[in-house]
């Protein structure tokens, strides 16, 4: 089971993230990527009180950050500050389909690259024992 990654939790970083970073969007979520050589690969959630109330937008960062861990946390793609922001549609969405936005975001922003991370995928959640969130 992958491990999680580390987090980004002050105010600063994420907007440093935003300001400096690319960014990629897709229909359930917008990653902002910060290349940050040398360091290893963090990543923040954030979700605006425009998808809903609080058990809504938790249950949408639940979901990306599940979908980082298995994307994530095997330590193939280091070197970058990732920020995921949520969107109307990530609480919803299928969940092949979230993680199908998250890898095309990821490999948009160049943090990551299709066969390694092909192998890491190869576990699946119903696989590794986790409820499908």
């Given amino acids: 089971m992958p491990a999680r990654p580390p987090r980004l939790k002050q105010r600063r970083e994420f907007q440093r993230v ?12 917008v990653l902002q990527a910060l290349p940050a050589p040398g360091q290893t690969l963090r990543v923040g959630f954030t979700a ?4 809903g109330n609080a058990v809504a937008r938790n249950r949408a960062k639940r979901r990306l950050r599940e979908a980082a861990r298995l ?3 095997a330590g193939q793609a280091e070197g970058f500050d990732l920020v995921l922001i949520c969107r109307e ?3 919803d969405r299928a969940w ?3 993680l199908g936005d998250l890898r095309g975001a990821l490999k948009q ?5 299709l066969p390694k991370l092909a ?3 190869k576990v ?5 024992g986790a409820a499908q969130i």
């Fill in 109 to 113: 922003a160049g943090v990551i690259d």
């Fill in 48 to 51: 605006t009180k425009k998808l």
């Fill in 124 to 128: 699946l959640p119903s696989q590794a």
């Fill in 119 to 121: 192998e890491a995928a």
């Fill in 71 to 73: 994307m994530l946390g």
């Fill in 89 to 91: 549609a990530t609480g």
């Fill in 18 to 29: 935003a300001g400096k970073g690319l960014r990629a969007a897709r229909p359930g979520l």
């Fill in 96 to 98: 092949p389909v979230l």
